[in-house]
Structure formats: structure tokens, C-alpha cells
């Protein structure tokens, strides 16, 4: 198996119509959502830098939206760490499965809203940083098996 890495991560800008307030379509298709969505939800009501995240899933890939407001997000992917900043100017951002993702709000009047290609299912959630870690040194160490006599 390829290792993810912070570099998997990509922007994905969607089109915004501006006339009295802000229209953002997020279109299911190769320019858009890069995947069949399966869930969505939205996380509102976030004290000032309150925090969200703090796990990996081990199938999901998530789309995170801002729709209003501002957050950070950390990303890890159990060697390198990137931050990205979004904000409601329709440019989202795509986190493939297995990276550590922690978001990070400005305030309660922040909205994110988040696309995914799974239905909820607790055992695709890693929330443990150690068990993590582990996991991303065994997708960098490949199993070595012995030659056959």
C-alpha cells in the first residue's frame, strides 16, 4: 500500500454566485465533489478556538466547506504537519483517508460543512495518536516476506 501523505491533500474551488449574499454549488462530478457522497453535515456553534477533529479515518475521504466564517485545519500525516485556513470564498478542502486531521474555529458563527464518501461507521474513526502513528510507520515499512525454498 502507497503511504498518504500531507501532499494528497488538494483545493477544490467551487463556484460562487454573489447578489445579495453568497450562492456556492458544490456539484457531484470530476470538477466538484470527486466522489458519490454519501453523507453530509455541518458543525455550528464552535467556541473561539474551539476544536474538531482530532482523529484520522481509515476509508472516508471528507471535503471540508467553509461556509462562513474562518477555521484551521492541521493535517498530519504521521511525519509531516500541514495548516490550511479556510474560508467562505468556496475554495475546499479534500483530506483522503489515513491523515490526522484537527480543525481548529474562529468563532460560533462559523459554519463547516463537511461532504463525505462513507456513511457513519465508528470503526472507520482512529482516535488514538499512538495507534495512528503505528499504523502510518507500517504503511512506510513494507512486510518483507522470506523467500520460499
Not at 39 to 68: K, M, W, Y
Not at 76 to 105: C, Q, R, Y
Not at 124 to 145: C, F, G, M, V
Request: hydrophobic share 40%; glycine share 6%; with cysteine.
Amino acid at each position: 500500500m502507497t503511504p498518504v501523505t500531507v501532499q494528497a491533500m488538494r483545493h477544490i474551488a467551487f463556484c460562487q454566485h454573489r447578489a445579495d449574499g453568497t450562492l456556492t454549488v458544490f456539484p457531484a462530478d470530476r470538477k466538484g465533489v470527486p466522489f458519490s457522497i454519501r453523507r453530509v453535515f455541518t458543525i455550528t456553534g464552535v467556541s473561539p478556538d474551539g476544536v474538531r477533529g482530532n482523529h484520522a479515518h481509515r476509508e472516508c475521504s471528507q471535503l471540508l466547506a467553509c461556509l462562513s466564517g474562518q477555521v484551521s485545519v492541521i493535517v498530519h500525516d504521521g511525519f509531516e504537519t500541514a495548516l490550511e485556513t479556510l474560508d467562505d470564498d468556496g475554495v475546499s478542502l479534500l483530506i483522503p483517508p489515513m491523515l490526522w486531521n484537527t480543525v481548529k474555529f474562529d468563532g460560533p458563527s462559523t459554519v463547516l460543512a463537511v461532504f463525505c464518501d462513507e456513511l457513519y461507521a465508528a470503526s472507520d474513526y482512529i482516535r488514538d495518536w499512538s495507534e495512528y502513528t503505528q499504523l502510518k510507520a507500517a504503511e512506510r515499512d513494507p512486510i518483507h516476506e522470506s523467500p520460499r525454498s
